[in-house]
Every structure is written in structure tokens, then in C-alpha cells.
Nanobody, 120 residues
Framework: QVQLVESGGGLVQAGGSLRLSCAAS????????MGWHRQAPGNQRELVAT???????NYADSTEGRFTISRDSAKNTVYLQTNSLKPEDTAVYYC??????????????WGRGTQVTVSS
């Protein structure tokens, strides 16, 4: 029902920044929540940040104030500004969206991921 396409990943040096974007398309009435998760090799997927349609944000402690999530709800797009990147931030970053298929049915969707690699 929903397709999520991430972009903006890449290779950066420690201390650098990247801005990740994720655009949602497909069949849905609206998107309630959006967010970002990440998974490093050998690790479980973990929450990075979420944002509601009203702009309420939630961050994992591991972001340490370095990341900022935002969204353009009219465009069904979510962003993640990553600053002061560390090698431990290296992971595949996945976009997440909770969308209303109908006024009474919500579905969770995931993007294919975008690679963020931070060199030391």
C-alpha cells in the first residue's frame, strides 16, 4: 500500500554530516507517524528517531543531541539531519511510516534502507 524511498546516505568522515530523506507514495489516506531506524552489521535494528504528524519528536539516547528529525507532512516526506557523525553511526538507515489505509486501519511500512558509512 505504501512505498518508502530513502536517499541521502553515503560515505563521510567522522565529524561530518548527512541529511537523509524519505518520501512516501502509494495508496493511503494519511501518514500518522514517521521515523528512522538503523541496523549495523551484527547488531539488531534500533530506533533512531520518530516524529508524529503534529511534529512531536522522540530520539534514542544514542543520538546524543546530534540528530534532528523533521517532516513535511504535506509531501509525506521525513528527514534526518545527522551531525557530528561517529564511526559507530555506520549502519543502514531505514525509513518507517505508520499509515492509515482506511480511517480505522493503520499499517506499518519500511523502506529498503540507505547506507551511512562514517570513516575514522
Amino acid at each position: 500500500q505504501v512505498q518508502l524511498v530513502e536517499s541521502g546516505g553515503g560515505l563521510v568522515q567522522a565529524g561530518g554530516s548527512l541529511r537523509l530523506s524519505c518520501a512516501a507514495s502509494g495508496r493511503f489516506l494519511s501518514i500518522k507517524d514517521m521515523g528512522w531506524h538503523r541496523q549495523a552489521p551484527g547488531n539488531q535494528r534500533e530506533l533512531v528517531a520518530t516524529i508524529t504528524r503534529d511534529g512531536i519528536t522522540n530520539y534514542a539516547d544514542s543520538t546524543e543531541g546530534r540528530f534532528t528529525i523533521s517532516r513535511d507532512s504535506a509531501k509525506n516526506t521525513v528527514y534526518l539531519q545527522t551531525n557530528s557523525l561517529k564511526p559507530e553511526d555506520t549502519a543502514v538507515y531505514y525509513c518507517y511510516a505508520r499509515a492509515a489505509r482506511t480511517p480505522w486501519v493503520l499499517d506499518d511500512h519500511w523502506g529498503r534502507g540507505t547506507q551511512v558509512t562514517v570513516s575514522s
